[in-house]
């Protein structure tokens, strides 16, 4: 039989990764927040009006 060392860490099982692998930080949930606000917040009037202020879709 082996004799265990009770000292010794026990091994994550993980590697190399950080225990928070994958989980997105605080300030890149806001940021992502503020963005998709930006996007709602967009017209879709503005988008349509065709007044040859935006992109010539019809290329």
Do not use: N
């Not at 503020?34 to 065709?50: I, P, T």
């Amino acid at each position: 039989m082996r004799a265990t060392d009770s000292t010794a860490p026990a091994p994550e099982g993980r590697g190399l990764q950080p225990p928070a692998y994958g989980v997105p930080s605080p300030a890149l949930l806001a940021r992502a927040d503020r963005g998709f606000a930006r996007f709602l917040a967009q017209q879709s009037e503005d988008q349509d009006d065709g007044d040859g202020g935006g992109e010539d879709t019809q290329r």
